[in-house]
Every structure is written in C-alpha cells, then in structure tokens.
C-alpha cells in the first residue's frame, strides 16, 4: 500500500481547514456497521438492521429533507452541528449512506475516485472543488446516490 502523511492541521475537526463532515463521519458509520463472515473475516459495507438506512430513505423520499450534495460535500464540522438537533442524526445517516454509495454502488463503480478523494481530504485538500474535480458533476452524482438509497435493502 501507499504510505499517506496527512496534515495534522486539516484533521482539527471544525477548524477552518478541518476535515468534511460527510467524509469523517461517512467512514465512522460505514465502519461501525462491519460483520463477520464464516472465517471471522471483516466484511464492511454491511447494511445492519437499526442501521442509518430507515432514516436517509425517509429523506430521500420526500426530497426536501436531506441536504443537497453540492453543500453537503463543503460541510465542515462547525457548519453541520449548527444544524437543529433533530436533523443531526439525519447527517450522520446521509454521510453512512454517501459512503456507502461511493464504495459500493454498480460494483465500486466510484471505489478508485473515492480513494483518491481519501488522500486529498487526509492532506488537507478535500471539499466541493476537490470533489467535482474527482468526481464531475455533483448532481449527476447526487441523482445515483438517490436512486441508490431508495433501492438499498
């Protein structure tokens, strides 16, 4: 693997240059949610029952609720815990199932662009610029993660 040296200034949470809030917290759920299979081998990417997916579907339902991609890729810290408190776990399940979207939707279709997303965030350099850089058009992107959650069992 390659070795990363992040810059310990971007990873202050909430700071000025502080890591994406989608980005921290997306890998934090996808990780907690993490099985075993049959040789106690870590399995990521599982969808466990009282997870984040009965909350994010709800939103993308009814389309106004959860934040739109393009601010929701610039979030720092600051920014999304200035949000109410009843929408607060409502992040947290929209980052859980962004990342689970990029790892894993049309067989890691967007696996090699996350990665290379991971090492501009770890050094300081993630964001909305870094993202549509990467990855293109948001709401192209945006549109997929909906589709995506609403078929997400």
């Known amino acids: 693997g390659q070795r990363v040296r992040g810059d310990h200034r971007a990873l202050s949470k909430?700071?000025?240059?502080?890591?994406?809030?989608?980005?921290?917290?997306?890998?934090?759920?996808?990780?907690?949610?993490?099985?075993?299979?049959?040789?106690?081998?870590?399995v990521l990417g599982a969808v466990a029952s009282g997870s984040w997916l009965p909350a994010i579907k709800?939103?993308?339902?009814?389309?106004?609720?959860?934040?739109?991609?393009?601010?929701?890729?610039s979030m720092v810290y600051g920014q999304a815990m200035s949000f109410p408190p009843q929408m607060i776990g409502l992040l947290y399940?929209?980052?859980?199932?962004?990342?689970?979207?990029?790892?894993?939707?049309?067989?890691?279709?967007?696996?090699s662009k996350?990665?290379?997303?991971?090492?501009?965030?770890?050094?300081?350099?993630?964001?909305?610029?870094?993202f549509q850089a990467i990855f293109g058009d948001i709401s192209a992107v945006e549109q997929e993660w909906v589709t995506y959650v609403t078929n997400l069992k």
Do not use: C
């Open 14 to 42: 909430g700071g000025k240059d502080g890591n994406m809030f989608w980005f921290t917290e997306g890998i934090a759920t996808y990780f907690e949610s993490f099985k075993r299979n049959d040789k106690l081998e870590f």
């Open 58 to 73: 709800a939103a993308v339902r009814k389309k106004d609720t959860y934040v739109p991609l393009e601010p929701f890729v």
């Open 93 to 111: 399940a929209q980052a859980w199932s962004f990342v689970h979207f990029l790892y894993n939707a049309d067989n890691g279709k967007y696996r």
């Open 114 to 130: 996350f990665e290379d997303y991971f090492l501009k965030e770890i050094n300081g350099q993630g964001g909305k610029e870094t």
